[in-house]
């Protein structure tokens, strides 16, 4: 029999395997994945276009050649339809070729702040020059400044210019986007007089990008949306785009580009959809985590991946947005908040910093940001205390047989009554995989059901559990009920993956508790970020050991919790000296190191019977 | 089978570490010599696990629990055995290669490796090719046994043994690698003589490498 080949479709984070001969649409109708294919897979239209980014496919056909032209082509790009892997590959499905957009989460719980953004808009109604009236260009609109309140400009030789030209084509009316500083005030941007000023704020996670367009005069959100991070191509978790970065210098810009790229075209879209010029974004701030702060600033990423994991920059950034080729307005600024450590970032402070409401001196409260890598900090008595716990992607459905992202027709929730399974899947669709709330949620229902054990041991005599080359699985969905026409499973190993994730969380969150010296009743208010937090089943959470067992009251799941501070700190400069303040006291405790962290993590790896 | 190395043996098995540590007392006090309790009741009870893992009952968290069960029973015997009864198997010098902290998977494995009689040297973790080969020389090992976690720390295993190359030591031992991102295909190479998927099959590749 021929090999089998695999296909690893990005960014959905599916793979499947098929046989020699197969194209790529349908392998990606078999992995469940909905592309678009307009002509139903003949080649004539070029909906169901991809790009391969690792491994051989056949060569281009005619067809692909007058439907994409040369420059998509050398570009990687293909038509699904027409491509035939013959090795393993891996592509990157575009976003208009996906039928239904992945869940990318936006929103999170808003707080009030006082409004002071770093920019401001300035109206000028200016005199025109005559022989009477002699003054520059510039000394006249300095004067107007000082009216109102602001010192004199200051800015590059090109955009003095264009406001000089600019006020000449429009009777002397313009309205100008300053940032006003002790001395001077920094032009940032030449706007029509009246014309809106708005900012960016951007929460850059490993796999999605949540952006938000923020009018900054009076603070209302234009628009929100989301799309998938580019770099998942190079690799799924930041340390295998670490390597990637490491091979050099074109690597390390190629993340950093390809992640610009995609903003700038999310930028273009929302522009066209909202009326408004990119001239008229005059602030960004953008959070992530340590990583991504580094390759989105490009900086270099090597002390990240190797011991003792230190980040480049720690401090607050603050640096024209053009420099590394933001498409904004001419002299906007990028602020990022300072990181904690390598692998708690600028996307924990900002998180803190928005969940600030609950933090109180009289308070003990945690805040948990569940990923790949689970950021916890401890706020007790004016201490902040923080660590990270590697507990891996099983959230993220990797690692896991039917694993899968958030996306249309994952079951994030099953029940178990009598025997009988009834999975409930994102947008209804049939089931095509679990995501990382699906597995948490089956293995609590699991372990009620008493299909497991407090081992993760599968009961045998369930009839839902079954041996496959020996090794044991719980049927969740059977073939005949799936959208792909295959059994999705759960298996031995994948409890296993949950109980090292479980415990990986509660082990450093318990070692915080240690370290501060206090009982885990003492936390007042456990706090759980992130949008894996917010879809995740907090009872399953508490029945699987990952959270203590607290009155359920204290739990609060505020969603999408660096988003909202990052646009805190877009509107207001107070909380970003906020960030800068809480960073300063930060204790950081590195797990990896801890005497008893192996033991503690061993400790919370079987569940409660 | 004695009844006390029987409960030793299955405290092992079950993971149960303040139940080994009071069965070692008890079968230590009835008088059974240190090398029987290790070798008949540990390293017997590790074996088991190491089966009952190859056969997909156990996994890593049972693993973790019974090897640390094995531990805190080795701290007592330790200082009871002869130098004969320890490390009959071989020696072993194991570490996680510069630039990478995660210990969680070399301990597991230095554990199965104590567990199947060997004789184990923990270098700890973040370990330079300079200290890999001065502890070579020191401790004169049958094989040197690396681990790394992070596709980034993985490269560093190349320099270890290119290092040790150099030191004209690679003769002299057998090199075993493994980790997460690590693979069989990665082994070759670099030149390393073993690999292994997981602790339990680590016992099996040292064992290998020295016949």
Redo the contacts between chains.
């Keep these: 029999m021929p090999k089998k080949i695999l296909v690893n479709l990005q960014p959905i984070g599916r793979r499947v395997e098929v046989d020699p001969g197969t194209n790529l649409l349908e392998a990606a109708q078999r992995a469940g994945v909905e592309v678009v294919a307009s002509c139903g897979g003949v080649g004539i239209c070029s909906t169901c276009k991809m790009r391969v980014v690792e491994g051989k496919v056949t060569s281009p056909t005619l067809t692909e050649e007058e439907e994409l032209g040369q420059e998509l082509l050398a570009a990687g790009f293909r038509l699904a339809c027409q491509t035939e892997p013959l090795e393993n590959v891996r592509v990157e499905i575009p976003p208009e070729s996906l039928v239904a957009g992945q869940r990318v989460q936006v929103e999170g719980r808003e707080g009030q702040v006082s409004f002071d953004p770093a920019v401001a808009a300035v109206d000028l109604d200016l005199s025109a020059p005559s022989l009477e009236d002699l003054r520059a260009d510039m000394t006249r609109v300095n004067q107007e400044l000082a009216r109102q309140g602001y010192p004199p400009l200051t800015g590059s030789a090109a955009l003095l210019g264009e406001l000089s030209l600019f006020l000449r084509r429009s009777g002397w009316k313009a309205r100008i986007a300053i940032r006003p500083g002790p001395a001077s005030s920094e032009l940032v941007s030449v706007l029509p007089h009246g014309a809106r000023i708005a900012g960016l704020a951007m929460d850059i996670g490993s796999t999605k990008l949540a952006i938000f367009l923020l009018d900054l005069q009076d603070g209302a959100i234009l628009y929100q949306g989301g799309v998938m991070n580019p770099q998942i191509s190079f690799?799924e978790d930041v340390?295998?785009r670490?390597?990637y970065a490491?091979k050099g210098d074109a690597e390390r810009k190629q993340l950093q580009e390809r992640l610009v790229e995609s903003i700038n075209q999310t930028l273009a879209e929302l522009c066209q959809k909202e009326g408004i010029c990119q001239d008229q974004i005059v602030d960004v701030v953008a959070v992530g985590n340590t990583a991504i702060h580094h390759f989105f600033t490009g900086l270099p990423v090597e002390p990240l991946?190797?011991?003792?994991?230190t980040p480049v920059v720690a401090d607050a950034l603050n640096f024209p947005a053009r420099q590394i080729g933001l498409q904004v307005a001419a002299g906007a600024y990028v602020y990022l908040p300072p990181n904690i450590a390598g692998y708690v970032g600028a996307d924990h402070v900002s998180a803190l910093v928005a969940t600030r409401s609950y933090i109180n001196n009289a308070h003990t409260s945690l805040l948990v940001d569940i990923g790949t890598n689970t950021e916890i900090s401890l706020i007790h008595q004016g201490r902040v205390l923080s660590c990270s716990c590697?507990s891996g992607p099983a959230f993220e459905g990797a690692h896991i047989r039917d694993g899968m992202r958030a996306a249309p027709g994952a079951i994030e929730r099953i029940h178990i009554e009598d025997g009988a399974v009834r999975p409930v899947t994102i947008q209804g669709q049939p089931a095509v995989g679990i995501c990382g709330s699906g597995i948490l949620n089956a293995v609590a229902e699991m372990l009620d059901a008493r299909v497991l054990n407090d081992?993760?041991?599968l009961n045998g005599k369930d009839a839902r559990v079954r041996q496959v080359n020996?090794?044991?699985e719980f049927l969740l969905v059977p073939a005949g009920d799936t959208g792909h026409g295959r059994d999705i499973v759960v298996t031995?190993?994948d409890?296993?993956e949950l109980?090292?994730a479980k415990?990986a969380i509660r082990g450093g969150l318990e070692i915080l508790m240690k370290e501060a010296d206090i009982p885990i009743e003492a936390i007042d208010d456990f706090i759980v970020a992130g949008a894996f937090g917010t879809y995740l089943d907090l009872n399953s959470a508490l029945r699987v050991g990952m959270f203590p067992r607290l009155p359920v009251g204290r739990f609060h799941q505020v969603g999408n919790a660096a988003g909202v501070g990052a646009r805190q700190m877009l509107l207001s400069r107070a909380v970003r000296q906020e960030a800068e303040r809480i960073v300063g006291g930060v204790e950081y405790v590195?797990l990896?190191?801890y005497p008893r962290f192996?033991?503690v993590?061993?400790e919370f790896?079987?569940f409660e019977p | 089978m004695d009844s006390n190395l029987k409960a030793i043996y299955e405290s092992i098995v079950e993971g149960d570490n303040a139940g080994v540590q009071a069965n070692v007392k008890v079968a230590l006090e009835a008088g059974l010599p240190a090398g029987t309790i290790l070798n008949d009741g540990l390293i017997a009870g590790m074996s088991e696990v190491g089966r009952l893992f190859e056969?997909?009952?156990y996994?890593?968290?049972?693993m973790?629990?019974s090897a640390?069960a094995m531990k805190s029973a080795m701290a007592i015997l330790k200082p009871l055995l002869s130098a004969g009864e320890v490390g009959a198997a071989g020696k072993v010098l194991i570490g996680t290669v510069?630039?990478?902290?995660?210990?969680?998977g070399k301990?597991l494995v230095g554990l199965m490796l104590e567990g199947a009689g060997f004789q184990v040297i923990d270098l700890g973790?973040?370990v330079s090719a300079e200290k890999f080969i001065e502890a070579t020389k020191e401790h004169a090992p049958d094989i040197v046994a690396m681990s790394a976690l992070?596709?980034?720390?993985m490269v560093?295993m190349r320099s270890a043994i290119t290092a040790l190359q150099e030191a004209g030591l690679r003769g002299k031992v057998k090199i075993m690698i493994g980790g997460a991102p690590v693979t069989e295909a990665f082994a070759q190479q670099i030149g390393a003589d073993g690999y292994a998927a997981d602790a339990s099959r680590a016992v099996a590749t040292a064992k290998a490498l020295l016949n």
């Design positions: 690799g340390v295998s670490i390597a490491n991946g190797e011991a003792p994991y590697a081992r993760g041991v020996a090794k044991a031995r190993r409890v296993n109980q090292l415990s590195e990896t190191t192996h033991d993590f061993v790896m079987y | 056969e997909g009952e996994f890593v968290p049972e973790l629990i640390r510069k630039g990478d902290l995660h210990d969680i301990n973790s973040d992070l596709t980034t720390t560093n």
